[in-house]
């Protein structure tokens, strides 16, 4: 078994795009990056949150999703971007992309205030570098109960917390590494607020959680 040490648990694909998190020196300081293939082999018991973002093996993940499952029932948090086609996420749908007729279908819209997006502007969303639809190109519907946090014009979840199917909280994101790379070139955009805010989320809500105990 393999014992790690930090409050942080990041699930690494190994595709170069997925490493742009794990050599940010300020995610690197609170996060441990595991080896995906790794996950079986270590001890999950110390860790707060379970980060997984996209371009992991999601066919890996389905032949072990007793051990998410059982990550969270044990009241922990986890954190999915992606777009998710095969049912290893409790409550989770398969992704759904958006018909797009023009840039205006990639806005992306608050459709509830939160801790995670405070002070983060909609077009600073929508838009990188000019272009939209990095943030998000389609939806996952969400569970029965979840608290949809941003969506698209016609209403299709971007976001939500689904505190509902487990007995901890799941966080899902429809697109790429909801966590914005300190390295990127684009500066002083309310996004950067993201990653500080979401971290904070975190900590509030596994003490939440243990305050509110473990459903049995």
């Not at 300081?29 to 082999?41: E, S």
């Not at 860790?47 to 029932?73: G, P």
């Not at 996420?89 to 398969?94: A, F």
Request: aromatic share 12%.
């Amino acid at each position: 078994m393999i014992h790690m040490s930090k409050d942080f648990i990041v699930l690494n694909g190994g595709t170069c795009f997925g490493q742009v998190l794990k050599n940010d020196e300020e995610y690197k300081a609170i996060f441990d990056f595991i080896d995906i293939y790794d996950l079986p082999h270590v001890d999950l018991s110390n860790y707060k949150c379970m980060v997984i973002n996209c371009f992991v093996d999601q066919e890996f993940l389905y032949k072990h999703r007793q051990l998410i499952k059982a990550f969270l029932d044990s009241g922990k948090v986890l954190i999915f971007s992606g777009n998710l086609f095969l049912d290893w996420l409790p409550g989770g749908s398969t992704f759904i992309p958006k018909e797009v007729q023009s840039v205006n279908d990639y806005k992306v819209y608050i459709q509830q205030e939160s801790a995670i997006f405070n002070g983060v502007l909609e077009e600073d969303m929508t838009f990188k570098k000019g272009v939209a639809g990095f943030f998000a190109r389609g939806h996952h519907p969400a569970p029965e109960g979840a608290e949809v946090l941003l969506t698209l014009g016609d209403g299709e979840p971007i976001n939500y917390i689904d505190r509902n199917s487990t007995n901890g909280t799941i966080f899902v994101h429809v697109g790429n590494d909801v966590f914005p790379s300190s390295m990127s070139e684009e500066k002083n955009k309310t996004t950067d607020r993201i990653g500080p805010q979401l971290i904070q989320w975190v900590h509030d809500e596994y003490e939440r959680i243990q305050l509110r105990g473990v459903r049995t």
